[in-house]
């Protein structure tokens, strides 16, 4: 049986968002759905759920300010649907800290089994465990899954926390995109490029944390490498 996760469902077709939450509560979450944009962010802040299904085309507020409130109280793994299958959609949403996403017309089995794999993705899974890793003023603690800066804990989301890690474990190495993608996302359909949108945040959160924006490297044309600080090499 497996493990009861609170989700908010936020879609605006009455249709689609009761087929999707049917899905989701067959597979043993409790749901709460609602399809306006104001509603979300209240029901959100009164259910705490474990994952938000958030739908970019929203009334009231759009699915874009809704992701931002959600991304400044905190980490909580978001799914983003959108109504056009166009880059511009999913960039915007996966650069503002979303998880995952989905384009409608969507397989209702299919959106569940992508919660699964986030909430995998964001329970530890492969990622998890190990020794402390130590890079200048940041540690990362796999088995609490937390970055620190000077004993402050960084806000990452999951899939940056991993994209971290990942780069952290392989220090020095350039990792394509494809490798990153495959390690950190894989039961995602997400583009390659994608990993872009995901490391800009990581970047922008550790350089304003004070760490060396220097830390990861972008090696053009390839992917990205993590070089420890000079004291570590």
């Known amino acids: 049986m497996p493990d009861v996760r609170r989700l908010l469902v936020v879609e605006d077709e009455p249709d689609v968002r009761e087929v999707l939450a049917s899905y989701l509560r067959r597979d043993g979450h409790a749901v709460t759905a609602t399809g306006h944009g104001g509603d979300a962010w209240q029901l959100f802040r009164r259910e705490r759920p474990n994952l938000v299904v958030l739908d970019v085309l929203l009334p009231g507020v759009d699915g874009f300010e809704v992701l931002r409130r959600i991304r400044a109280d905190g980490d909580v793994p978001?799914?983003?649907?959108?109504?056009?299958?166009?880059?511009?959609?999913?960039?915007?949403?996966?650069?503002?800290?979303?998880?995952?996403?989905?384009?409608?017309?969507?397989?209702?089995?299919?959106?569940?089994?992508?919660?699964?794999?986030v909430l995998r993705r964001c329970g530890g899974g492969p990622a998890g465990g190990g020794d402390l890793i130590r890079l200048g003023p940041l540690t990362l603690?796999?088995?609490?899954?937390?970055?620190?800066?000077?004993?402050?804990?960084?806000?990452?989301?999951?899939?940056?926390?991993?994209?971290?890690?990942?780069?952290?474990?392989?220090?020095?190495?350039?990792?394509?995109?494809?490798?990153?993608?495959?390690?950190?996302?894989?039961?995602?359909?997400?583009?390659?490029?994608v990993v872009d949108a995901h490391l800009t945040n990581l970047r922008r959160k550790l350089t304003d944390a004070g760490v060396p924006g220097s830390l990861i490297d972008t090696v053009r044309g390839i992917g990205y490498r993590l070089t420890p600080p000079p004291e570590q090499r």
């Not at 166009?86 to 409608?104: F, H, Q, S």
């Not at 603690?141 to 804990?153: F, H, I, M, N, R």
């Open 78 to 117: 978001v799914i983003m649907v959108t109504a056009r299958d166009e880059d511009v959609d999913r960039l915007v949403g996966l650069r503002m800290g979303a998880d995952d996403y989905v384009v409608k017309p969507f397989n209702p089995a299919e959106v569940a089994a992508r919660v699964a794999a």
């Open 141 to 193: 603690d796999p088995d609490a899954t937390e970055a620190v800066v000077a004993g402050t804990p960084l806000p990452l989301t999951a899939t940056e926390y991993r994209l971290l890690l990942h780069l952290a474990r392989h220090p020095r190495r350039t990792l394509s995109r494809a490798q990153l993608r495959a390690a950190v996302l894989p039961d995602s359909a997400a583009l390659d490029r």
